[in-house]
C-alpha cells in the first residue's frame, strides 16, 4: 500500500521556465513533509520542508506547497536550471521515520 | 560539516555469506536512520536509533539483519545470509532530533548478490 505516490515518473522543463512535481498521500497522520534531490550514484539531498501548520515554504527558487484537505503537495522550482536536472523524491513523516514516494525525474532541456 | 559516511561504497558477495556496512553520521545527530531502496523505488525505512537505544524497526528487517549503535555514534548494519533479495541501495541518514528536523542522507552501499 503506498501511503505516497508521485504518479508522474518523469517530467521534461525548458530551462528558465516552472517545474511543478507533485505528490500524494493517504495517511492523515503524517504531520511534516519533505523533498529531497538526488543524482546518479548519490544519496537523497533534502531540498526544502514543510510541517502540516503551513501551507507554503520558500526557499530561494523552491517553494513548497500543502493541501492538506486534498492530500497534496507540491514543488515549484523557478527558473529552472539545468543543474535541477535530477530525480526527486517526496517523503511524509510523523513518527520520526520517512515514507519516501518513487520518485520523478526531472529533465531540464537547455 | 563533513557530512554522513558510509563504507563500503559497494558489496558485492555470494549467497549465504554475511555483509556489515558502517555508518557514521554528522557529528552531534543524535538520531541515524537505516533505509533500503530498490531499483524504480523510494528508500524503504528500516530502522532508527536515538543515541544508542534502537527505538523502531520495519517489519522489513528480518531477523537475518541486526544494526547496532553501541556508543551512540557510528552504527553498523549486518545482513546474515544473504539472499538475491537482499540486492540493494543501503542508505543510512542522521539528523539532529527535535521536532521537524530534516534528515540527511549518506551516499548509500551498494549490495550485489551473487
Known amino acids: 500500500d503506498q501511503q505516497v505516490k508521485q504518479n508522474s515518473p518523469s517530467l521534461s522543463v525548458q530551462e528558465g521556465r516552472i517545474s511543478i512535481l507533485n505528490c500524494d498521500y493517504t495517511?492523515?497522520?503524517?504531520?511534516?513533509f519533505l523533498w529531497y534531490k538526488k543524482y546518479p550514484a548519490e544519496g537523497p539531498t533534502f531540498l526544502i520542508s514543510?510541517?502540516?501548520?503551513?501551507d507554503k515554504n520558500e526557499d530561494g527558487r523552491f517553494t513548497v506547497f500543502l493541501n492538506k484537505s486534498a492530500k497534496h503537495l507540491s514543488l515549484h522550482i523557478v527558473p529552472s536550471q539545468p543543474g535541477d536536472s535530477a530525480v526527486y523524491f517526496c517523503?511524509?513523516?510523523?513518527?520520526?521515520?520517512?515514507?519516501f514516494g518513487t520518485g520523478t525525474r526531472l529533465t531540464i532541456i537547455p | 560539516d563533513t557530512g554522513v559516511s558510509q563504507n563500503p561504497r559497494h558489496k558485492i558477495t555470494k549467497r549465504g555469506q554475511n555483509v556489515t556496512f558502517r555508518c557514521d553520521p554528522i557529528?552531534?545527530?543524535?538520531?541515524l536512520y537505516w533505509y533500503r531502496q530498490t531499483l524504480g523505488q523510494g528508500p524503504e525505512f528500516l530502522t532508527y536509533?536515538?543515541?544508542?537505544?534502537?527505538?523502531?524497526k520495519s517489519r522489513l528487517l528480518s531477523d537475518r539483519f541486526s544494526a547496532e549503535r553501541p556508543k551512540g555514534s557510528f552504527s553498523t548494519l549486518e545482513i546474515q545470509r544473504t539472499e538475491q533479495g537482499d540486492s540493494a541501495m543501503y542508505l543510512c541518514?542522521?539528523?539532529?532530533?527535535?521536532?521537524?528536523?530534516?534528515?540527511?542522507f549518506g551516499d548509500g552501499t551498494r549490495l550485489s548478490i551473487l
Open positions: 541518514a542522521s539528523s539532529p532530533g527535535g521536532s521537524y528536523q530534516p534528515q540527511h
Open positions: 495517511n492523515s497522520m503524517f504531520d511534516y
Open positions: 514543510i510541517s502540516s501548520i503551513k
Open positions: 517523503a511524509a513523516g510523523g513518527n520520526e521515520k520517512l515514507t
Open positions: 557529528s552531534e545527530h543524535n538520531r
Open positions: 536509533f536515538q543515541n544508542e537505544a534502537q527505538l523502531e
